[in-house]
């Protein structure tokens, strides 16, 4: 069954807002979570002049401490809920990390701890109610360590695991847990990127992520090449990797 | 931000570097600080450089692509200057609006459509686009958020209908849309042998909602301005919705330059003009196939090869258009260079909307030339001369070579419009023909 209660952290991301067009083009009732009040409005009437129906909270959602009654907010105020899409995140300046461990940290509360907290909490009353989706966007990023943004990746994969286990913990309770994994998006947060043939638009990715949240299981490459480019980056023995100084 | 960005204009010339391509997200975001000048770009769907700023900044506006609220009552749509007119259309239609004027293609942003003051095959009862912008928010180096209307900011509001986007940077727009009975036009289209012809069947027409003629470039002599005269109007009694658009075909690579060449123009207008037949053809359409011909040819500018191509469009006087056309059409059949596409409109009565706006009472001719170099850039400077002489004007959202004497001859309200540039914009356009 089509999800049509939808809770969408992190909205203002470009490729939150094309899933939103889209599941709003299908009469889908959305409930936006974002930490920009302009962007936030900013979305929000876009898709309520396209006809959907959307309610806001505005959180920073690296105050995990609100986590709980933010969640409990978008049940509340959508009458229920049947899916969750986290989009929030941020691309850390590794070399700047690589500089402060506090940085480093305050990335990894960010890209990490607070989509694993909201999924915790998701999942308990998912699991409760015996149904739900639970989609968020890990990366690429994640399947393997490289020198160029090792904090990001490792924020990723950390979140990639989390999913994994709990996806594991809700088989057969009739609730997905599905971890979308990205290659290059063409987003403000990739805007000062050279963009070659593997850059994807917001919405191809988006039509993507709206497919799994219909029916995605596991783990779901956007788009699908990046599933062989990651595996053979899996599978590379160690010193040839290192020598493709990534 | 990313250096040396080359950003290619539709007809592929001129070929220019940027110093950085800055995209723009949301429009309450302050204009970013460059150390050169800087100029919006939309879809990069002008033809020459007027959409370009060589050494300079380009603002991206595509992320700028959100609506801000759509009145379904009244028709009035307030959205982002990045959204293209295509997706608009999909958004309103389904309502009963639409856009009352759109130019060929639908790939075009509302802030494109503004800033060229685009016009469409219904000029003559439609006026252009900026007839139907009832307000914008204007974002200047100097003066920050200007909000401009036709009673409000009166002069920075016609400086920036077709100010290509010199006057700042647009956020968005107001625009008023229009009730259309359907998704569908009833098209009649018959051939013409001449340009009397051409002008009878303009007449004879005025009443119709569109009228547009396509006209063989390459016939001499008696046949010059033989063509087809297409005419439509919105179907009344159409009730399904048009077939779902389908992502077409595409020229995927530029074409080597010897494909498309007069032999082979002259072959295509042949096959075209024998469809025409002597009596009217009457068809029914999906609106979207009849105004935008081409977007189901993804990238057809690539026809033209990697040398690119320049489209020349002029307006001349309804006087003594006839002879001025004769003139150019003659022009243009004695260089052999093949036109694939010309086209031919009577414009409407109606008062320009911008100071800088293009459509103006009288006919306008638009042609295609494959760029070969200084005999191509020869005759167009030709062209123009018949232009001038006939105190005409050529679009400049299609140019990339006429003479700052020709843009001055065009637009008698030029140095007013000047006062009125944005001090920190400008474009590679803008510095060619206003030294």
Redesign the interface.
Known sequence: MKPERIVIFGATS?IA?AVARRLASRGARLHLVARDP??LE??R??LA???AAVTTSLADLDVVERHEALVAEAFETLGGLDAALLAQGTLPDQAACERSFDRTLAEWRTNFIAPASLCARLADRFEAQGAGVIAAISSVAGDRGRRSNYVYGTAKGALSTFLQGLRGRLDSTGVRVVTIKPGFVDT?MT??F?KGALWATPDQVAAGIVAALDHGRGEVYLPRFWWAIMFVIRHLPERLFLKLRI | MRDAEEVLPWGNYPRVRHAAIVPVYWRHQPLPSTTGTMLPLGLARSYGDSALNEGGTLLATRGLDRLAAFDREHGVVRCEAGVPLGRLLEIVEPHGWSLPVVPGTAHVTVGGALANDVHGKNHHVAGTFGHHVARFELLRSDRGRVQCSPTEERDLFRATLGGLGLTGLITWADLQLRRIPSQWVDVETRRMAGLDEFFALSAESAAHEYTVAWIDALARGGAAGRGLFMRANPALDATQPPPAARSGIGIPFDWPAAVLNRHAVRAFNALYIARGGGQWRRSRQPTRKFLFPLDGIARWNRMYGKAGFLQHQSVVPRADAASKLREMLAEVARSGGASFLTVLKVFGEREPAGLLSFARPGVTLALDLPMRGEATLALLERLDAVVRDAGGAIYPAKDARMSPATFRASFPALEEFARHVDPAFSSSLWRRVHA
């Open positions: 470009a807002q302009d962007k900013a979305v009437a876009d002049a396209r006809g403000p805007a000062s050279r």
